[in-house]
């Protein structure tokens, strides 16, 4: 009824033949209206789950961390294998490996331009990689333990990390340089981001508290 005066009432059965198409071949009730349409494309990893994967990629190592890039054109995974992996996040084909890490990488995120990916890891390291050539441009190095969490600021210029070693530290993106050093978990901290306009740093950890930062001057705010 409410569709009747619009142009997509001329396009019924064109919709539901589109639909059909997209949705997992026997989840009901499509599975009994795919019956009489026979040959109508399907995608190939349509399945009966509800969630329709589009993408479907074999990464080789169990993925601890994954990230889109801002445009959703690339896809960058971290991995057991220390590795740190770049896909086309229509095709799933590997685009790069990223290797320098030698332990589990546990964080990755993409740099909001997306030229640039910062990586976590066991071994206590952030790197920072050029996301087209996966050459590595930087390692930051100051954390007493595991890096869990990484994030770019929206400008790109800083990166804060979150490490079981208790601290929350803020680095120059371009230059490596460690720029603050944020004290106050009493446990790991196991996430980080930026606010959006960067003035703000908040942090996670298994301490059960969540702490808000000056970005600039590492004090805690809340």
């Keep these: 009824m409410y569709f009747s005066g619009s142009p997509a009432a001329l396009s019924t059965p064109h919709l539901y033949i ?3 198409s997209t949705w997992p071949r026997d989840a009901e009730p499509c599975g009994r209206w795919r019956s ?6 399907a995608f190939k990893n349509a399945t009966q789950d509800s969630a329709l994967s589009l993408v479907n990629i074999s990464v080789g190592s169990e993925v601890n961390s994954v990230a889109f890039s801002t445009d959703g054109t690339c896809i960058v995974s971290g991995s057991r294998d220390n590795s740190v992996q770049v896909w086309d996040a229509s ?23 997306g030229k640039h990916i910062a990586s ?5 390291s952030v790197q920072v990689w050029d996301a087209l050539t996966g050459k590595e441009l ?3 190095n100051g954390h007493k333990g595991s890096v869990y969490s ?8 800083y990166i804060v990390s979150g490490s079981c070693d208790k601290s929350v530290r803020v ?8 720029l603050n050093v944020l004290m106050g978990h009493i446990k ?26 000056d970005a600039s001057t590492g004090k805690e705010l809340n």
């Design 171 to 178: 680095w120059n993106a371009s230059t490596g340089k460690e």
């Design 188 to 213: 790991w901290v196991k996430s980080v981001a930026f606010s959006t306009d960067g003035t703000h740093i908040v942090s996670g950890s298994r301490d059960k508290s969540v702490r808000v930062w």
């Design 138 to 140: 930087s390692m930051l």
């Design 91 to 113: 095709t799933g084909k590997e685009l790069n490996v990223l290797n320098g890490h030698t332990g589990w990488v546990k964080s990755v995120a993409f740099s909001t331009d």
């Design 150 to 157: 990484v994030a770019f600021s929206t400008d790109g210029t």
């Design 120 to 124: 976590g890891s066991r071994d206590k």
């Design 18 to 20: 589109s639909a059909l």
């Design 36 to 41: 009489c349409f026979r040959g109508i494309p």
